[in-house]
């Protein structure tokens, strides 16, 4: 029986790895994945802690007191800050600006866009 060499082939299917152009937009995209690997613990965290383990109802001034006297919790907040406006603003800027990866105006205009996040966030 004539078997189908297409169906039958016993060579693994080759990877097929495609490494995006440098530029700015590849590293924008790629630290939108960055900051949400850190936003899994930080802002997850921070929901778990305030929402369930505290309670809304249980935060008060005094709490807030307690918690910014550490730096710790001063750097965990600050990060948990940055990490989603400047996520956010990202996602946003891609949203908005759907072809950016082909665009040659766009790219222009996406520094300052990040600039301006990153002043409001610091
Ligand atoms: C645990 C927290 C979060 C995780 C794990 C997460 C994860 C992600 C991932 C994987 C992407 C796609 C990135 C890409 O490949 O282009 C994304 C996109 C986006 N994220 Fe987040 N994110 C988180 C929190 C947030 C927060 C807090 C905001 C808003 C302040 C936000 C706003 C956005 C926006 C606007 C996009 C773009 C959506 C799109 O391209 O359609 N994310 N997020």
Same mark, same amino acid.
């Given at each position: 029986? %004539?078997?189908?060499?297409?169906?039958?082939?016993?060579?693994?299917? $080759? %990877? *097929? *790895?495609? =490494?995006?152009?440098?530029?700015? %937009?590849?590293? !924008?995209?790629?630290?939108? =994945?960055?900051? +949400?690997?850190?936003?899994?613990?930080? !802002?997850?965290?921070?929901?778990?802690? @305030?929402?369930?383990?505290?309670?809304?109802? +249980?935060?008060?001034?005094?709490?807030? &007191?307690?918690?910014? &006297?550490?730096?710790?919790? $001063?750097?965990?907040?600050?990060?948990?800050?940055?990490?989603?406006? &400047?996520?956010?603003?990202?996602?946003? =800027?891609?949203?908005?600006?759907? @072809?950016?990866?082909? #665009?040659?105006?766009?790219?222009?205009? #996406?520094?300052?866009?990040?600039? +301006?996040?990153?002043?409001? !966030?610091?």
């Amino acid at each position: 029986m %004539e078997t189908n060499p297409v169906l039958t082939t016993s060579a693994p299917p $080759r %990877e *097929r *790895r495609i =490494r995006p152009p440098r530029s700015y %937009e590849s590293t !924008a995209w790629r630290w939108m =994945r960055y900051s +949400a690997f850190l936003l899994i613990p930080l !802002a997850w965290g921070h929901v778990i802690i @305030n929402d369930v383990l505290v309670g809304v109802h +249980a935060i008060d001034l005094n709490l807030v &007191a307690t918690r910014w &006297a550490f730096v710790g919790w $001063r750097i965990y907040d600050a990060a948990l800050l940055a990490f989603a406006f &400047a996520h956010g603003m990202n996602g946003l =800027r891609q949203v908005l600006n759907p @072809n950016t990866w082909i #665009s040659t105006s766009r790219t222009r205009t #996406s520094p300052s866009c990040f600039a +301006a996040s990153s002043r409001i !966030a610091f």
